[in-house]
C-alpha cells in the first residue's frame, strides 16, 4: 500500500470560487463547500481523496482585501504518478492568467 499523500496551499479564493473550480474538477460533490462544509470526502473503491478547507484573515494589500482559505487535500490508495496527475489537475484549475 502506498503512503498518503498530502499538500496544503493558502489560496485567494471565497468559498463560492472554491466550490465552483472543485465542481469543474471533481463534479457536484464539490459544491458542499460553498454551503460551509469544512471537509469534503470522496471514496471509490480503494482510493480515498480528503480535502480540509479553513477560513484565514483576508490578506490586505492597501485599501484592497483579499479572501484567504487554507486548503488541505490528503490522497490515500493512490499511486505516486496519479497522486501528481490530481495535483497537476488542482492547479491547472484554479490557475489565474495574469499579464
Keep these: 500500500m502506498t503512503e498518503p499523500f498530502r499538500f496544503a496551499k493558502e489560496m485567494s479564493e471565497t468559498r463560492e470560487s472554491l466550490a465552483r473550480g472543485l465542481?469543474?474538477?471533481?463534479?457536484?460533490?464539490?459544491?458542499?463547500?460553498?454551503?460551509?462544509?469544512m471537509q469534503l470526502e470522496?471514496?471509490?473503491g480503494d482510493k480515498r481523496l480528503a480535502l480540509e478547507v479553513?477560513?484565514?484573515?483576508?490578506?490586505?494589500?492597501?485599501?484592497?482585501?483579499?479572501?484567504a482559505l487554507m486548503v488541505t487535500a490528503t490522497l490515500i490508495g493512490y499511486a505516486p504518478a496519479e497522486a501528481e496527475s490530481f495535483?497537476?489537475?488542482?492547479?491547472?484549475?484554479?490557475?489565474?492568467g495574469g499579464g
Design 87 to 96: 495535483v497537476r489537475d488542482f492547479e491547472r484549475t484554479f490557475q489565474r
Design 54 to 67: 479553513a477560513d484565514l484573515p483576508p490578506r490586505k494589500f492597501g485599501p484592497v482585501e483579499l479572501p
Design 42 to 44: 470522496i471514496v471509490e
Design 23 to 37: 465542481v469543474r474538477l471533481l463534479g457536484p460533490r464539490g459544491e458542499s463547500i460553498a454551503r460551509g462544509e
